[in-house]
């Protein structure tokens, strides 16, 4: 019960103060009281779907990111891991929630030209390969300046062949990977992996590396739809 | 009124159960094949996903429902109004109060605390990346108004952060782009982003999806920038402080 309580207050914490602007910036441009109960019910949802979401993702998501990511350097084959690291980004960018609500934005904004099923699919792929990149680096111990200036090389390079209305939604779509779900199964994955070299390699950057996989899937996407 | 706030829900219902559907099959395979739990343990598992899919659907409806359509409108209105240079104050405002008690960043913030030995205090990263991202968007607010490409920000930002990369170590190289990441969270791209599109809707000449999307990468930016600049400080400072008592206590 007192972690409840405790994820509860976490919740109420986070989403308070911003909500509380919002709301007096409301008052003063006179938004009607209908818009007032729109945003108010709205508010209560975003807290009541956080906690319970919170809760399950500590209770169901995260051990599992733990037991798989234990598991996984104990099977001694390279391939074998990277193969499961793709399945397995691929698998939690899908279910983040931050992914779908760009994904519906784009959609609508974009009248339609750029799909949710389009835009999900491209970020969850971005992503399986970088977690899969992330592993090999933590694997043969590459420093990670390597990957992130190749990737953001590419980036830019790419942003030059891809149509304008592409740029800020693939650089939005690196943001959005990481969100509430992404984090902690990437993270105890890492840990997990990371734990197979006894302490001297840290999990630290698998987060980062995650974020650049779906901008350059985004990027490509509009170079090839582009033309 | 009621009943058109939960209008679509059953949409919603669909579309979370497709999107967590890949990962529990992941997991069911893994229990047959890897694991073999015990019943009571798996079942935990099987609650922990019920809750998340509960969780998500409610956390969308109350979004899509309260809060796109009011950020929405309240950037239309904002955006057209004569004095809507007020979005850059505005802007500041809501970035600061948002990364200020996202959970992802305290998270963060006690990593960085644990690795530079309680050299840089959670307290002074918290606000400095809270600043960062309230800069950031007050950015993204005034790039929508003036109509400056997105390109023009990120290549001297990420330039930048390439260039301190050569004097931080590596340990505080990954957190930097780690806490890029996590700095997004539900409430930027749900009330901010959707402020943003309104903004540009409003405008003449902009374009909503040129101009209103980007606001994401430049406060994934922010925090990179402001963990490099710490991580240099700790390394140039404190490194340093620490050789000198090194070499008279041993001296070299």
Same mark, same amino acid.
């Given at each position: 019960?007192?972690?409840?309580?405790?994820?509860?207050?976490?919740?109420?914490?986070?989403?308070?103060?911003?909500?509380?602007?919002?709301?007096?910036?409301?008052?003063?441009?006179?938004?009607?009281?209908?818009?007032?109960?729109?945003?108010?019910?709205?508010?209560?949802?975003?807290?009541?779907?956080?906690?319970?979401?919170?809760?399950?993702?500590?209770?169901?998501?995260?051990?599992?990111?733990?037991?798989?990511?234990?598991?996984?350097?104990?099977?001694?084959?390279?391939?074998?891991?990277?193969?499961?690291?793709?399945?397995?980004?691929?698998?939690?960018?899908?279910?983040?929630?931050?992914?779908?609500?760009?994904?519906?934005?784009?959609?609508?904004?974009?009248?339609?030209?750029?799909?949710?099923?389009?835009?999900?699919?491209?970020?969850?792929?971005?992503?399986?390969?970088?977690?899969?990149?992330?592993?090999?680096?933590?694997?043969?111990?590459?420093?990670?300046?390597?990957?992130?200036?190749?990737?953001?090389?590419?980036?830019?390079?790419?942003?030059?062949?891809?149509?304008?209305?592409?740029?800020?939604?693939?650089?939005?779509?690196?943001?959005?990977?990481?969100?509430?779900?992404?984090?902690?199964?990437?993270?105890?994955?890492?840990?997990?992996?990371?734990?197979?070299?006894?302490?001297?390699?840290?999990?630290?950057?698998?987060?980062?590396?995650?974020?650049?996989?779906?901008?350059?899937?985004?990027?490509?996407?509009?170079?090839?739809?582009?033309? | 009124?009621?009943?058109?706030?939960?209008?679509?829900?059953?949409?919603?219902?669909?579309?979370?159960?497709?999107?967590?559907?890949?990962?529990?099959?992941?997991?069911?395979?893994?229990?047959?094949?890897?694991?073999?739990?015990?019943?009571?343990?798996?079942?935990?598992?099987?609650?922990?996903?019920?809750? !998340? %899919?509960?969780? +998500? *659907?409610?956390?969308?409806? &109350? #979004?899509?429902? $309260?809060? =796109?359509?009011?950020?929405?409108?309240?950037?239309?209105?904002?955006?057209?109004?004569?004095?809507?240079?007020?979005?850059?104050?505005?802007?500041?405002?809501?970035?600061?109060?948002?990364?200020?008690?996202?959970?992802?960043?305290?998270?963060?913030?006690?990593?960085?605390?644990?690795?530079?030995?309680?050299?840089?205090?959670?307290?002074?990263?918290?606000?400095?990346?809270?600043?960062?991202?309230?800069?950031?968007?007050?950015?993204?607010?005034?790039?929508?108004?003036?109509?400056?490409?997105?390109?023009?920000?990120?290549?001297?930002?990420?330039?930048?952060?390439?260039?301190?990369?050569?004097?931080?170590?590596? !340990? %505080?190289?990954? +957190? *930097?782009?780690?806490?890029? &990441? #996590?700095?997004? $969270?539900? =409430?930027?791209?749900?009330?901010?982003?959707?402020?943003?599109?309104?903004?540009?809707?409003?405008?003449?000449?902009?374009?909503?999806?040129?101009?209103?999307?980007?606001?994401?990468?430049?406060?994934?930016?922010?925090?990179?920038?402001?963990?490099?600049?710490?991580?240099?400080?700790?390394?140039?400072?404190?490194?340093?402080?620490?050789?000198?008592?090194?070499?008279?206590?041993?001296?070299?």
């Amino acid at each position: 019960m007192s972690r409840i309580k405790e994820l509860a207050l976490e919740v109420i914490y986070s989403v308070i103060p911003i909500t509380l602007v919002i709301f007096i910036i409301q008052l003063l441009l006179k938004f009607s009281l209908t818009d007032l109960i729109q945003f108010l019910l709205g508010t209560f949802f975003v807290c009541l779907g956080l906690l319970l979401f919170f809760l399950g993702t500590k209770i169901g998501i995260v051990p599992i990111g733990e037991m798989i990511g234990d598991h996984l350097p104990k099977t001694g084959k390279i391939r074998l891991i990277l193969f499961i690291g793709f399945l397995l980004g691929f698998a939690i960018t899908v279910a983040e929630p931050d992914v779908q609500i760009l994904a519906t934005q784009v959609d609508l904004v974009s009248g339609g030209n750029v799909t949710k099923l389009v835009l999900i699919s491209a970020v969850g792929i971005g992503v399986a390969i970088f977690i899969s990149l992330s592993l090999y680096k933590l694997i043969k111990n590459i420093h990670i300046k390597y990957f992130l200036i190749a990737s953001y090389t590419i980036v830019f390079l790419l942003a030059i062949f891809s149509p304008p209305d592409f740029i800020p939604i693939a650089m939005d779509s690196g943001g959005v990977t990481t969100g509430p779900i992404t984090v902690p199964f990437i993270v105890a994955l890492g840990v997990g992996v990371a734990g197979a070299f006894g302490g001297r390699r840290s999990s630290f950057g698998f987060v980062g590396l995650a974020s650049v996989g779906p901008i350059l899937a985004v990027m490509l996407l509009g170079v090839i739809l582009g033309r | 009124m009621i009943i058109s706030f939960f209008s679509g829900f059953d949409q919603i219902l669909i579309e979370v159960a497709l999107a967590l559907a890949p990962i529990f099959i992941i997991v069911c395979f893994y229990q047959w094949f890897v694991f073999h739990m015990e019943s009571e343990d798996f079942l935990n598992i099987i609650k922990g996903f019920i809750l !998340t %899919f509960l969780g +998500i *659907a409610i956390f969308l409806q &109350g #979004v899509y429902a $309260g809060f =796109m359509p009011i950020g929405q409108k309240m950037g239309t209105i904002l955006g057209a109004s004569p004095i809507n240079w007020v979005l850059i104050p505005i802007g500041f405002l809501l970035g600061f109060v948002a990364i200020l008690a996202e959970p992802a960043v305290h998270v963060m913030n006690e990593q960085v605390e644990k690795v530079s030995g309680g050299y840089i205090p959670q307290k002074i990263l918290l606000y400095s990346v809270s600043l960062g991202v309230a800069f950031s968007v007050a950015l993204a607010m005034a790039r929508i108004l003036y109509g400056i490409p997105l390109a023009y920000i990120l290549i001297p930002g990420y330039l930048l952060a390439f260039f301190m990369m050569r004097y931080t170590d590596e !340990t %505080f190289i990954s +957190i *930097a782009f780690d806490s890029g &990441g #996590v700095s997004t $969270g539900p =409430m930027t791209v749900s009330f901010i982003l959707a402020m943003a599109i309104g903004v540009a809707t409003a405008i003449e000449g902009r374009d909503p999806v040129q101009e209103g999307f980007g606001l994401i990468s430049l406060v994934a930016l922010a925090p990179v920038l402001t963990v490099l600049t710490l991580g240099f400080i700790y390394d140039k400072l404190y490194k340093n402080t620490q050789n000198d008592e090194n070499e008279q206590s041993e001296g070299y």
